[in-house]
């Protein structure tokens, strides 16, 4: 079955730091990957999608590129700000899922100012 | 952007009652919701999905007397936790989903559920 593998957290970094999210997948046939955030108290928001090889999603600053060759949808910021502090799911959706999400366990990010 | 409100945003109830949790889209039409599952500082567990007008499809594991899932229009779906008790306290996320927007859910605030 389909299954996402993030880095598990939490991560703690310096306001105005460069951030890096790993996520990997396995998935049947051509998945759509998404970044969702969660802060505290809320529920989901979508962060950012991709529904393609190579398909760059962006929003906020921040971006993930659709990687079929490496199965990866790696999150990145260049500079993350206090208020970006959340917790952070990596997600598929996929025929072979019967187009339900797939989620991974979730990075929690606390910057500091 | 398409926006689903869940209500109420949180309850406490006593053991051995029951709840309702409502969950709307306000701005389109919700084809299939789905409700979710989300333990302290772990990820979401699909519960079931429900298709307007017919049965929800309930996860291997999910008792689906306990947690009974009413989809009657298109922009209200109900999750109701039947005799409840303290182990099923737990935040309730649902998400709805637009006829032909297979890749696009969108998410409700989530019902932080406490049973005393």
């Known amino acids: 079955g389909d299954s996402v593998t993030q880095m598990e957290g939490p991560v703690t970094l310096s306001e105005e730091a460069f951030l890096t999210i790993n996520c990997t997948y396995t998935?049947?046939?051509?998945?759509?990957l998404f970044w969702y955030v969660q802060y505290p108290g809320e529920g989901l928001q979508l962060l950012l999608k991709?529904?393609?090889?190579?398909d760059k999603g962006s929003n906020k600053g921040f971006e993930a590129t659709y990687r079929k060759e490496t199965t990866s949808f790696h999150l990145e910021k260049g500079s993350v700000q206090v208020s970006d502090s959340a917790v952070y799911f990596c997600?598929?959706?996929?025929?072979?899922?019967?187009?339900?999400?797939?989620f991974g366990k979730g990075t929690l990010l606390t910057v500091n100012p | 952007g398409a926006v689903v409100s869940q209500h109420p945003s949180w309850v406490i109830c006593k053991s051995g009652t029951s709840v309702k949790i409502e969950c709307r889209s306000l701005?389109?039409?919700?084809?299939?919701m789905f409700w979710y599952r989300q333990f302290p500082k772990q990820s979401l567990m699909l519960m079931a999905t429900?298709?307007?007008?017919?049965?929800?499809?309930?996860e291997q594991g999910v008792e689906k007397d306990k947690f009974l899932i009413n989809h009657a229009s298109l922009t209200l779906s109900t999750l109701t936790v039947t005799s409840a008790h303290p182990e099923d306290s737990s935040f309730y996320i649902c998400?709805?989903?637009?006829?032909?927007?297979?890749?696009?859910?969108?998410f409700g605030p989530g019902t932080r559920l406490t049973v005393l």
């Open positions: 998400s709805a989903r637009a006829f032909g927007g297979l890749d696009t859910q969108y």
């Open positions: 998935a049947t046939g051509y998945p759509s």
């Open positions: 701005d389109f039409q919700a084809t299939t």
């Open positions: 991709a529904t393609k090889a190579d």
């Open positions: 429900s298709n307007e007008g017919s049965k929800a499809t309930y």
């Open positions: 997600a598929l959706i996929s025929g072979g899922s019967n187009y339900k999400l797939t």
